[in-house]
């Protein structure tokens, strides 16, 4: 069955940017993925489009033809995509049934907070045999500051309740983070979304008068606790790792085999499968990762959010350091592998070449040998 991800967000969150880093990401390791966009509006897709919706419908044709606006055109587009839903199910079905879809959307939040069509565009997606998770990115420099934060908190506790899916909320451009100064809080603060009441006197400091709103907003925010954030630096391949995680955790994916995996001995399904009439990958329970990688905690490089305050906020300018000697070293010895692999080529060529010419000759004396 397919798996997925709905990519939203404001606009410049780095939707589109993560979309492309998760295809190269998949792509390096073997791992299947299409990107579909989503966006009418995208002119410059970076990455490789396996469906986009440009081909059906672009704000500019839904602006010219009903003299919309920017916001209104591209409701239009929404709403004609969902009334040409087959147009979109057909070419999602020739990209298989394993298929991983990344799906990118545009940057107008009222399309995933309140307007219908999105939603219900997701809803058949699901019915079509989807798993689907909603990947959430807020711009990190949002928690500089107070009010930007709650309106942040907000803006995800609303998404995921219009969107009903599966979701994670992400700080996205967290490498960027500390020029924006100082934070108030540790970076934990702001993911796991603790007692927001310290929030207060910023808050009322910046805006006195709605100082009992934004109380009365944050103390919603904490009756649903529901929002926490994981962070995300795009060009940190150990970042992405962890969000892939985060994700796969979150559509199912750990649930279903690697591919070309037996079941175990002893686990359901393994006489069948013996026999040769095992039941299909993605209908078996994973039976060598479903505890350890689904429950568990997830590991891996930068996976604590402290670790991430000390690569991007703490001693970001020494671990630049440490990363660019290790990447020197990696260089170095890719070179010299390939340096080695060079000369055993050529040696071996040597050898065969000389073994050639003695063949020859041993063959020639022969001959001379045999004729005498
Ligand atoms: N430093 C840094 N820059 C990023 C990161 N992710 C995205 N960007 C930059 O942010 C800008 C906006 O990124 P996009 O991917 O176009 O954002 P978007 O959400 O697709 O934007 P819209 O489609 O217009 O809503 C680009 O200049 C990206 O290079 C990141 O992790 N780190
Ligand atoms: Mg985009």
Known sequence: MPFGEIVCGSPGSGKSTYCYGKYQLFTAL????????????????????????????????????????????????????????????????ALGRDAYVVFDLPGQVELTTAHESVRRIVQRL??????????????????TDAAKYVSVLLLSLRTMLHLELPHVNVLSKVDLIAQYGDLDFNLDFYTEVQDLSYLENALSAASPRYAALNMAITSLIEDYGLVGFETLAVED???????????????GYVFVPPAGSGVPQGADGAAEEEEGGGTPRDARANAYGLFASAAGPIGGVRSDVRDVQERWVDAREAWDAYERRAWRREGEAVREGEAAAGAAGREGRAVAEREGREGKGREGIRQRGGAE
Do not use: Q
């Open 30 to 93: 073997r791992r299947p993925i299409s990107v579909v966009n989503l966006d009418p509006a995208n002119e410059h897709i970076p990455y490789p489009c396996a469906v986009d919706i440009g081909d059906l419908i672009t704000l500019a044709d839904a602006v010219a033809a009903h003299a919309l606006g920017p916001n209104g055109g591209m409701l239009y587009c929404m709403e004609y995509l969902e009334a040409n839903f087959d147009w979109l199910a057909e070419r999602l079905r």
């Open 237 to 251: 391949k150990a970042s992405m790792l962890h969000l892939s995680r985060v994700v796969d955790r979150a559509t």
């Open 126 to 143: 699901a019915r079509s045999g989807f798993r689907l998770a909603a990947v959430h990115l807020c711009d990190a420099h949002y928690v």
